[in-house]
């Protein structure tokens, strides 16, 4: 019984840590690019390359819910969602990151999320 709440408390710390990384650099990855304020082309330019995805605004509306949860969390319209993915060293092993960049119609920058490949 001592082991499995070893595990079970080992795993629950694991977890929220990963949130609190991905929490944290999608902080400072706002913090780089402040949302209101930095512009795809801050992004693009800062990048040195372009997005793995993009998708624009269907007419209907976004159908995935990822989108839909920033607009409801921002209370503005995302025209463009752009992904960029590039490699990453954990302790471990590499894995993915993903960015994602969320703009309005004049390319002003929305919102931006960090995620590692999984989360």
């Known amino acids: 019984m ?3 709440l070893a595990l079970v408390f080992v795993l629950g710390c694991a977890h929220e840590s990963v949130a609190q990384d991905a929490a944290a650099r999608t902080d400072a990855l706002r913090a780089k690019f402040p949302p209101g304020k930095a512009t795809r082309a801050d992004v693009i330019a ?3 390359d372009h997005p793995e995805i993009a998708l624009t605004r269907p007419s209907l509306g976004w159908s995935q819910p990822f989108i839909r949860d920033i607009e409801d969390r921002t209370g503005l319209v995302v025209a463009r969602a752009e992904e960029y993915v590039s490699p990453m060293a954990t302790s471990v092993f590499f894995t993915l990151q993903h960015v994602w960049y969320f703009y ?3 390319d002003v920058l929305v919102d931006a999320v960090w995620q590692r490949m999984g989360d």
């Open 46 to 48: 800062s990048a040195g």
């Open 2 to 4: 001592k082991r499995v």
């Open 104 to 106: 309005d119609r004049a």
